[in-house]
């Protein structure tokens, strides 16, 4: 069973920071490309980061310049560095990755999600 587990969201004032983890867990043999996705209310699911396993980076538009994401192979977590938030930012953010259980294909999976609020 894998699972990703996110933390580090919460309530800022515009601009401020915060820095949101993502956790793999499970029977995991490798991990693909991993990446930081938000939804805001009414809104459609959109992707804000992503990295590749060789680490290869792409960052939508209307954060680049602001957010950083990363990760730690050795513990199998990524991050995700928000600094000068704006009230647009606020929604909820979610980890996925594209993760191996053995040799065979990956499967993709989403975790929980963690909300962010910037307040103006």
């Known amino acids: 069973q894998v699972r990703l587990v996110e933390s580090g969201g919460g309530l800022v004032q515009a601009g401020g920071s915060l820095r949101l983890s993502c956790a793999a867990s499970g029977s995991i043999f490798s991990i693909d490309t991993m990446g930081w996705y938000r939804q805001a209310p009414e809104k459609e699911r959109d992707l804000v980061a992503q990295i590749t396993a060789v680490g290869s980076i792409n960052y939508a538009d209307s954060v680049k310049g602001r957010f950083t994401i990363s990760r730690d192979t050795a513990k199998n977590t990524m991050y995700l560095q928000m600094n000068n938030l704006k009230p647009e930012d606020t929604a909820v953010y979610y980890c996925?990755?594209?993760?191996?259980?053995?040799?065979?294909?990956?499967?993709?999976?989403w975790g929980q999600g963690t909300q962010v609020t910037v307040s103006s």
């Open positions: 996925n990755a594209d993760i191996r259980t053995s040799w065979r294909l990956p499967k993709n999976y």
